[in-house]
Protein backbone atom coordinates (compact mmCIF):
# COMPACT_ATOMS: atom_id res chain seq x y z
CA UNK A 1 0.00 0.00 0.00
CA UNK A 2 1.62 3.03 -0.71
CA UNK A 3 0.42 6.52 1.06
CA UNK A 4 0.70 10.13 -0.66
CA UNK A 5 0.72 13.44 1.31
CA UNK A 6 0.66 16.82 -0.15
CA UNK A 7 2.47 19.93 0.92
CA UNK A 8 2.84 23.49 -0.53
CA UNK A 9 -0.94 24.84 -0.67
CA UNK A 10 -1.82 27.80 0.23
CA UNK A 11 -2.98 31.74 -1.16
CA UNK A 12 -1.33 33.25 -3.71
CA UNK A 13 -2.17 36.05 -6.00
CA UNK A 14 -2.47 35.91 -10.21
CA UNK A 15 0.65 35.81 -11.51
CA UNK A 16 2.65 34.37 -8.57
CA UNK A 17 4.38 31.35 -8.59
CA UNK A 18 3.65 27.88 -5.98
CA UNK A 19 5.81 24.44 -5.24
CA UNK A 20 3.22 21.50 -4.16
CA UNK A 21 4.41 18.63 -3.06
CA UNK A 22 4.02 15.14 -2.51
CA UNK A 23 5.60 12.30 -0.63
CA UNK A 24 5.23 8.22 -0.97
CA UNK A 25 5.64 5.71 1.16
CA UNK A 26 4.99 1.83 1.49
CA UNK A 27 5.57 0.16 -1.33
CA UNK A 28 7.59 2.75 -3.34
CA UNK A 29 9.99 0.68 -4.84
CA UNK A 30 7.60 -0.49 -7.14
CA UNK A 31 5.85 2.75 -8.21
CA UNK A 32 5.46 3.16 -12.21
CA UNK A 33 4.02 6.70 -12.59
CA UNK A 34 2.40 9.27 -10.25
CA UNK A 35 0.58 12.38 -11.40
CA UNK A 36 -1.19 16.02 -9.97
CA UNK A 37 -5.01 16.23 -10.54
CA UNK A 38 -7.33 19.30 -9.02
CA UNK A 39 -10.87 19.78 -8.50
CA UNK A 40 -12.37 22.96 -7.79
CA UNK A 41 -16.08 23.29 -5.88
CA UNK A 42 -18.57 22.28 -8.79
CA UNK A 43 -16.38 20.93 -11.13
CA UNK A 44 -14.98 17.01 -12.09
CA UNK A 45 -11.07 16.42 -11.61
CA UNK A 46 -8.84 17.46 -14.17
CA UNK A 47 -5.82 16.29 -14.99
CA UNK A 48 -3.45 18.41 -14.28
CA UNK A 49 0.60 16.46 -14.72
CA UNK A 50 2.06 13.17 -14.80
CA UNK A 51 5.41 11.90 -14.26
CA UNK A 52 6.79 7.99 -15.27
CA UNK A 53 8.52 7.26 -12.01
CA UNK A 54 11.61 5.95 -14.34
CA UNK A 55 12.84 7.44 -17.21
CA UNK A 56 10.92 10.81 -16.33
CA UNK A 57 8.26 10.92 -19.36
CA UNK A 58 5.91 13.41 -18.84
CA UNK A 59 2.77 14.87 -19.73
CA UNK A 60 0.34 17.96 -19.27
CA UNK A 61 -2.66 19.46 -20.60
CA UNK A 62 -3.03 22.59 -22.62
CA UNK A 63 -4.28 24.18 -19.72
CA UNK A 64 -1.09 24.16 -17.40
CA UNK A 65 1.44 23.39 -20.48
CA UNK A 66 4.24 25.68 -20.04
CA UNK A 67 3.29 26.76 -16.96
CA UNK A 68 3.09 23.85 -14.62
CA UNK A 69 6.42 21.64 -14.45
CA UNK A 70 6.12 18.03 -12.58
CA UNK A 71 9.43 16.70 -11.36
CA UNK A 72 10.54 14.16 -8.98
CA UNK A 73 13.77 12.85 -6.46
CA UNK A 74 13.03 9.48 -6.34
CA UNK A 75 15.58 9.62 -3.62
CA UNK A 76 13.52 10.90 -1.17
CA UNK A 77 10.19 9.38 -2.92
CA UNK A 78 8.58 12.99 -3.55
CA UNK A 79 6.82 14.85 -6.74
CA UNK A 80 6.51 18.24 -7.46
CA UNK A 81 4.60 20.54 -9.03
CA UNK A 82 6.16 24.06 -10.02
CA UNK A 83 3.58 26.42 -10.80
CA UNK A 84 4.31 29.43 -12.39
CA UNK A 85 2.13 32.48 -13.45
CA UNK A 86 -0.52 31.26 -11.80
CA UNK A 87 -4.31 31.98 -12.51
CA UNK A 88 -8.12 32.40 -10.95
CA UNK A 89 -8.67 29.37 -12.99
CA UNK A 90 -5.83 27.78 -11.26
CA UNK A 91 -7.52 27.65 -7.88
CA UNK A 92 -8.77 24.43 -6.67
CA UNK A 93 -7.98 21.35 -4.31
CA UNK A 94 -4.82 19.25 -6.03
CA UNK A 95 -4.54 15.67 -5.04
CA UNK A 96 -1.41 13.51 -5.66
CA UNK A 97 -1.97 10.56 -6.98
CA UNK A 98 0.01 7.16 -7.56
CA UNK A 99 0.06 3.56 -9.56
CA UNK A 100 2.21 0.97 -9.53
CA UNK A 101 0.63 -0.56 -12.36
CA UNK A 102 3.10 -2.05 -15.08
CA UNK A 103 0.96 -1.80 -18.06
CA UNK A 104 1.74 2.14 -18.07
CA UNK A 105 4.67 2.64 -20.04
CA UNK A 106 3.96 6.58 -20.56
CA UNK A 107 2.91 8.72 -17.67
CA UNK A 108 -1.17 8.51 -17.40
CA UNK A 109 -3.41 11.16 -17.94
CA UNK A 110 -6.50 9.51 -16.77
CA UNK A 111 -7.69 9.24 -12.93
CA UNK A 112 -8.55 5.79 -13.32
CA UNK A 113 -5.34 4.83 -14.10
CA UNK A 114 -3.87 5.46 -10.35
CA UNK A 115 -4.50 3.52 -7.66
CA UNK A 116 -3.25 5.36 -4.46
CA UNK A 117 -4.29 9.14 -3.43
CA UNK A 118 -3.72 11.73 -1.37
CA UNK A 119 -6.27 13.83 1.20
CA UNK A 120 -4.93 17.08 -1.52
CA UNK A 121 -3.63 20.39 -0.60
CA UNK A 122 -5.70 23.72 -1.26
CA UNK A 123 -4.35 25.99 -3.55
CA UNK A 124 -5.88 29.97 -3.73
CA UNK A 125 -5.09 32.12 -6.41
CA UNK A 126 -6.85 35.90 -5.73
CA UNK A 127 -7.32 37.93 -8.88
Known amino acids: QVQLVESGGGLVQAGDSLRLSCTASGGTISLRAMGWFRQAPGKEREFVASIMWNGGNTNYPDSVKGRFIISKDNRVNTMYLQMNSLKPEDAARYYC????????????????????WGQGTQVTVSS
Open 97 to 116: AATRDNYYRSAPVDSSGFSY
